[in-house]
Each structure stands twice: as structure tokens, then as C-alpha cells.
């Protein structure tokens, strides 16, 4: 199929669980080598978008392009030009460092001697030399972090998915994979990276997405977003709760919307016009006249934060402790089943609940991820879980929701 440069397209695309619909109908475009930020509330849609693009879970409506394939009807050729990290690390704790990125490499067909050495590249990429040969359950959150993405790009993939990446890394963990995001993308990788940190999205996006409640609700570049919840602010403290009368008296002088006032933060702040320079000097000067004993004057631009709360009404500056994407009901019996046979010591016996995908490893003379997926015929993906028998045969059923 002939390169395109669009590495990632969307069209319609609906997911529908009988309890709810998760997506109605997404429109994407990616061009090849950059960086799209996907941002939203809790249940919007995020995670739902990447899986299905990720080709772990089938749309119930439109279709998704990704790397030149058809992620429904040519699956097996999209995953072996992907990488995936999902929001928790997956990694084995009990192997250290080296010797998960080894393993992985020679599932590959690196060879003994390539997989060592790229498994080398990696560890000094992600800044995990030091701790290499140390068990990874021993690592840091953000250790680990950087030790599941090195596992995602053993391949070199030409499409890279990030399912909120540096959800609760501190921040210099936080900058670290930061780099490597940016790395990555100057070499061409395309990346699609979910995040409820605005400042990320700010950061490494050349175009953000904003989804809310299974729709895209607004694209395009960070600065273009931020233009269209208005110009630059002045804000100006002043010295006393006294004060703030004349400093509102002499901010409105620009003639502009009226000036707003905090008195709690005893801050006066007022839009400026197109010529933002020109205004903020004439507020300089009318303070001046004025006699406003001021303790500080900001000028405030706008934040993917104003636009995220201007367009979804959520604030995006506290993010919810748990990002997971609201699980269906088929997925969740058997969790909760699982969980009640341990609690009254019962024998659990794990199988799939339904044969959606089966694990597969991919010749590296084809390109082939870190981790595939090989697609077996469409089953009913939300069927009800098989009835559990009596205490003494007792089958619980348990799907991977990640």
C-alpha cells in the first residue's frame, strides 16, 4: 500500500456497550511525525479511541486508517507498525530492567547479540543504565514508567500510542519521558498521547484534540485554541482591599469589558484589545495618575486550561485521581466475580471471557512491535459472561480491561 501522510484517520468512529454509548462518532487526522494531544474528562472517550486504533477493540461504527491499514479488516499488519503504553506500566517486577528489555528483543529475533545490544541503546535512551540490573519491582513509579515505554519501541514503531503517560510521576520523571516523547517525534514517530495535564498537552503537541462525551468537540493547535477563549489579561494586585475601587476606575480607561475584581486576592483584572501593548501601557499609566499603590501587575495569557474549561466546563487544573475509562458491563461481572472467589478462598481459574485476541510474536524481519495482537472471528464483545458453576467446580472468567 502506498505511504500517505496521514499516519492516523479516524472517520465516524462509535463504540456501543449495551449499558452506553462511549463514542459517537470520532473524526481524527494525524499527519505522519507529529504529535496529537487528545484531551477530556474522565469518560469521554480517550481511552475507548486509543484502544480501538490500537486494534484491542472493535468499532461498532465508521472506520480508523493507521499507518496506511484498515484497523478492522487489516489488523495484524496495523500492530506491526505500533507501539502501545497504556496507563499502568507492564512490565514483569520479578526480571530486572536488562533483562525485560532482553527477553522482549529476542521474542523478536533480534538474535542473542542484537538484543543485547538494543536492549543497551534503550537503557541509556531512558536514563535506566544505573538501575539495569536491578529487579524492576524495585524501581520508582517513574522507573517503571520509562522501562514499559523502552519495552514499546523495541521495534522502532512508526506509530506510537500514549495512554496518559505521566499520570502521577513526579516531575522529573515527568520531564524525562517528556524528552523522550520529543525524541521520538523528531524522529519521526507519530504519536497520539491522551493526558489530562494541560501543560503536557502545551508542551509537546502540534495539534490538540479535545473530546467530550464521545466527541471531538474542538481541534487545532494549542495557540489557535487558546485565541479562541480571548486576548490577554491584566491582572493587577494592589496594596490594600482600599485601593481596589480606584484601580477599577482607572483600568477602565481601556473601554473594554468591565474590569473584574477579587477581593480576596484583592486583584483587579481586565481583558485587553487586539493591541495588548498599547492597552497595557495606557493601564501602566492610568494607575499611575491615579495614585494605586500596586503590588504587582501580570500579564496573563490564555492556558490550555481556560480552553479545556471553556469548552467541557470541568476544571482541568485538579484532574481526577482515577483516568480509567467507565468499564462495560460485560467487562466488570467478572471482575467483581473473581474478586468474591478470592475473598472466600475459592479456586479461580483464569480464562478469557470471549477469544477476541490471542498473543502473537511478529518476526522482526516483518517490523513487528513489542507486543501484538492477533485478531480471531468477530465474537459478541459484550456477550454476559458464562454462569459460574457450584463451589466445588467454580470457573470464574476474567478479561484484560487495560
Not at 65 to 83: K, L, M, P, Q, S
Not at 279 to 293: E, I, M, N, S, Y
Request: with cysteine; net charge negative; aromatic share 2%.
Amino acid at each position: 500500500m502506498a505511504a500517505s501522510d496521514t499516519a492516523i484517520l479516524a472517520e465516524g468512529l462509535g463504540k456501543s456497550y449495551r449499558s452506553h454509548t462511549a463514542l459517537h462518532g470520532i473524526d481524527l487526522a494525524v499527519p505522519a511525525g507529529t504529535v496529537l494531544g487528545v484531551l477530556g474528562p474522565n469518560g469521554a472517550g480517550k481511552t475507548t479511541t486509543v484502544r480501538i486504533l490500537a486494534t484491542l477493540v472493535r468499532p461498532t461504527g465508521g472506520r480508523a486508517i493507521v499507518a496506511g491499514y484498515d484497523v478492522v479488516r487489516e489488523g495484524r499488519e496495523v500492530r506491526r507498525r505500533i507501539g502501545l503504553a497504556g496507563q499502568y506500566a507492564a512490565v514483569d517486577e520479578l526480571l530486572t530492567g536488562r533483562e525485560n528489555l532482553v527477553l522482549l528483543a529476542r521474542l523478536l529475533r533480534f538474535g542473542r547479540r542484537g538484543a543485547a545490544r538494543r536492549a543497551a541503546e534503550l537503557l541509556d535512551r531512558f536514563e535506566l543504565t544505573e538501575a539495569a540490573d536491578r529487579p524492576a519491582g524495585t524501581y520508582s513509579g517513574g522507573m517503571r514508567r520509562r522501562l514499559d515505554l523502552a519495552t514499546c519501541v523495541i521495534g522502532d514503531p512508526e506509530v506510537l500510542f500514549l495512554d496518559e503517560p505521566t499520570t502521577g510521576l513526579d516531575p522529573a520523571s515527568r520531564n524525562v519521558l517528556w524528552d523522550v516523547v520529543r525524541d521520538l517525534a523528531a524522529g519521526g514517530v507519530t504519536i497520539l498521547l491522551t493526558t489530562q495535564y494541560l501543560e503536557e498537552a502545551d508542551q509537546l503537541a502540534d495539534r490538540v484534540a479535545v473530546i467530550d462525551a464521545g466527541r471531538v468537540i474542538a481541534e487545532g493547535t494549542p495557540d489557535s485554541l487558546k485565541r479562541q477563549v480571548g486576548s490577554d489579561r491584566l491582572e493587577v494586585t494592589v496594596a490594600g482591599p482600599e485601593d481596589l475601587a480606584d484601580a477599577v476606575a482607572a483600568l477602565a480607561v481601556l473601554g473594554g469589558p468591565a474590569p473584574v475584581t477579587d477581593e480576596a486576592a484583592r486583584r483587579v483584572s481586565v481583558q485587553l484589545g487586539p493591541d495588548g501593548l498599547d492597552d497595557l501601557a495606557r493601564a501602566a499609566q492610568a494607575l499611575r495618575d491615579k495614585g494605586v499603590p500596586t503590588v504587582d501587575i501580570d500579564l496573563r495569557k490564555p492556558t490550555l486550561d481556560d480552553v479545556f474549561f471553556d469548552l467541557t466546563g470541568t476544571n482541568a487544573k485538579q484532574p481526577p485521581q482515577d483516568p480509567a475509562e467507565p468499564v462495560p458491563v460485560a467487562e466488570e461481572r467478572p471482575a467483581r466475580a473473581a474478586r468474591a472467589a478470592r475473598e472466600e478462598s475459592l479456586t479461580v481459574v483464569e480464562e478469557p471471557l470471549v477469544p477476541v485476541v490471542e498473543e502473537a510474536l511478529v518476526p522482526a524481519a516483518e517490523g513487528g512491535p513489542v507486543r501484538a495482537v492477533e485478531e480471531a472471528p468477530a465474537p459478541a464483545a459484550e456477550a454476559e459472561p458464562p454462569a459460574v458453576a457450584g463451589p466445588q467446580s467454580l470457573t470464574v472468567t476474567k478479561e484484560e480491561s487495560q
